[in-house]
T-cell receptor, first 114, second 113 residues
Framework: DSGVTQTPKHLITATGQRVTLRCSPR?????VYWYQQSLDQGLQFLIQYYNGEERAKGNILERFSAQQFPDLHSELNLSSLELGDSALYFC?????????????FGPGTRLLVL | AQSVTQPDIHITVSEGASLELRCNYSYGATPYLFWYVQSPGQGLQLLLK??????LVQGIKGFEAEFKRSQSSFNLRKPSVHWSDAAEYFC???????????FGTGTRLQVTL
């Protein structure tokens, strides 16, 4: 158990809908990262937040957005969903002083868009 | 831009046999390198990491990896594979200036009894 929690574990929705994925980082970690894992694209970095501020952006679509709250949990919002958004979405966290470069991953949220 | 190549998509080994999974990276400076394992339906578990120092690093579950700068490689090894090691293995690189991990395409390990 990495200490990173993600909810929900599974999500089934329809095209055009909007969903919110939630992530709680390990205790003490200030950074949260979001990754998407799909069959055609592999594991892709989406976005990073550090202590509430956006720190880095990757291949994140404009339909997707994220935020990190004062209690450091993060949410990834996916809107106008398309079939191709079906994927496994991972959250990771890092930030403890002695181990800042290491990212620890949650169990993921599997999204299926029908 | 940094990149990671895992040339073997799928590897099958017998239980008790040795294992080596290949990983090559492309990055100008000294990279931070990681191996993660993903069991079916599970998240990514950190096996080991290399930042600097001793080029042979030990990880969990009996795995080790060797950083070879001259070959831009960071191969994962295990002397004796167990059936429970069947999973997908990902090599990843973290650059010094960016925070993101760049992953390879993964190697799926099958273990035969």
């Amino acid at each position: 158990d990495s200490g990173v929690t993600q909810t929900p574990k599974h999500l089934i929705t329809a095209t055009g809908q909007r969903v919110t994925l939630r992530c709680s980082p390990r205790s003490g970690d200030l950074s949260v990262y979001w990754y998407q894992q799909s069959l055609d694209q592999g594991l892709q970095f989406l976005i990073q937040y550090y202590n509430g501020e956006e720190r880095a952006k990757g291949n994140i679509l404009e339909r997707f957005s994220a935020q990190q709250f004062p209690d450091l949990h993060s949410e990834l919002n996916l809107s106008s969903l398309e079939l191709g958004d079906s994927a496994l979405y991972f959250c990771a966290s890092s930030g403890r002083l002695a181990d800042q470069e290491t990212q620890y991953f949650g169990p993921g949220t599997r999204l299926l868009v029908l | 831009a940094q990149s990671v190549t895992q040339p073997d998509i799928h590897i099958t080994v017998s239980e008790g046999a040795s294992l080596e999974l290949r990983c090559n990276y492309s990055y100008g400076a000294t990279p931070y390198l990681f191996w993660y394992v993903q069991s079916p339906g599970q998240g990514l578990q950190l096996l080991l990491k290399y930042f600097s120092g001793d080029t042979l690093v030990q990880g969990i579950k009996g795995f080790e990896a060797e950083f070879k700068r001259s070959q831009s490689s960071f191969n994962l090894r295990k002397p004796s594979v167990h059936w429970s090691d069947a999973a997908e293995y990902f090599c990843a690189v973290l650059t010094g200036t960016a925070s993101k991990l760049t992953f390879g395409t993964g190697t799926r390990l099958q273990v035969t009894l």
